[in-house]
C-alpha cells in the first residue's frame, strides 16, 4: 500500500507559465510534508515543507498548498524557469519519537520545462 | 561546511560478492538514513541510524542486508552476496539532532550494479 502517490508521472508546462505539481496521501497521521527536487546522478534536494498546522507556505516561486481533508498538497512554480526541470518527490513524515526523521516518498514527478 | 558523502559513486559487483556503501553525514548530524531507489521508481525508506543505534530498520530486507553508524566514521550499509535485484541508486541523507521535524540533507548517492 503505497502511503504517498505522485498520479502524474511527468508535466511539461511552457517557460514562464505556472508549473503545479500534486500529491496524495492515506495516512492521516502524517504531520510534515517536503517536496524535494532531484536532477540526473545527484541527490534529492530539499525544496520546501509545510507543518500540517499550516495549509500555506511560500518561498519565493515556489508555494506548496496543503489541504488536510483531502489529504493533499500541491507544489506551485510561478513564473516556471527551464532550470526547474527535474524530477520533483513528494515526501511525509510523522512527528514521532520512534519514526523520527522516517520520511515516505512519492515516485516522483518528471518537470520539463520548455524554453 | 561540506554536504553529505558518499562513496562510492558507483559501484559493480557480480552476484555473490559483497558491497559496501559508505555514508558520511554533514557536520554536526548525528541521524542518518539510507534510502534505495530502484529504476523508474521513488526512494524507499531502509533504515535510521543514531550514532551506534539502530532506530529504525523497518524498510530493510530481513536477510543480506545491514547497517551500522558507529561511534567514529561513516556510517556503512553492507549487502552480501548480492543479486542483480539489488542494482539500484542507494541515498544516504542526514538530519541535525534537535527533532523529528528536520530536513534531511542528501548525499549524491550510490549506484550499484549487479552483473
Known amino acids: 500500500d503505497q502511503q504517498v502517490k505522485q498520479n502524474s508521472p511527468s508535466l511539461s508546462v511552457q517557460e514562464g507559465r505556472i508549473s503545479i505539481l500534486n500529491c496524495d496521501y492515506t495516512?492521516?497521521?502524517?504531520?510534515?510534508f517536503l517536496w524535494y527536487k532531484k536532477y540526473p546522478a545527484e541527490g534529492p534536494t530539499f525544496l520546501i515543507s509545510?507543518?500540517?498546522?499550516?495549509d500555506k507556505n511560500e518561498d519565493g516561486r515556489f508555494t506548496v498548498f496543503l489541504n488536510k481533508s483531502a489529504k493533499h498538497l500541491s507544489l506551485h512554480i510561478v513564473p516556471s524557469q527551464p532550470g526547474d526541470s527535474a524530477v520533483y518527490f513528494c515526501a511525509a513524515s510523522l512527528f514521532d519519537n520512534t519514526n523520527a526523521g522516517k520520511s515516505t516518498f512519492g515516485d516522483g514527478t518528471t518537470l520539463t520545462v520548455k524554453p | 561546511n561540506a554536504g553529505v558523502m558518499q562513496n562510492p559513486r558507483h559501484l559493480v559487483r557480480r552476484r555473490g560478492q559483497e558491497a559496501r556503501l559508505r555514508c558520511s553525514p554533514m557536520k554536526g548530524h548525528s541521524h542518518v538514513y539510507w534510502y534505495r531507489q530502484l529504476p523508474e521508481e521513488g526512494l524507499k525508506f531502509m533504515v535510521y541510524?543514531?550514532?551506534?543505534?539502530?532506530?529504525?530498520e523497518s524498510g530493510m530486507p530481513k536477510e543480506r542486508f545491514s547497517a551500522e553508524f558507529p561511534k567514529e566514521g561513516p556510517s556503512i550499509l553492507r549487502i552480501q552476496q548480492v543479486v542483480r535485484g539489488d542494482s539500484a541508486a542507494y541515498f544516504c541523507?542526514?538530519?541535525?539532532?534537535?527533532?523529528?521535524?528536520?530536513?534531511?540533507?542528501f548525499g549524491p548517492g550510490t549506484r550499484l550494479l549487479v552483473l
Open positions: 509545510i507543518s500540517s498546522i499550516k
Open positions: 495516512n492521516s497521521m502524517f504531520d510534515y
Open positions: 541510524l543514531q550514532k551506534e543505534n539502530i532506530i529504525d
Open positions: 541523507a542526514s538530519s541535525p539532532p534537535s527533532g523529528a521535524q528536520e530536513t534531511q540533507y
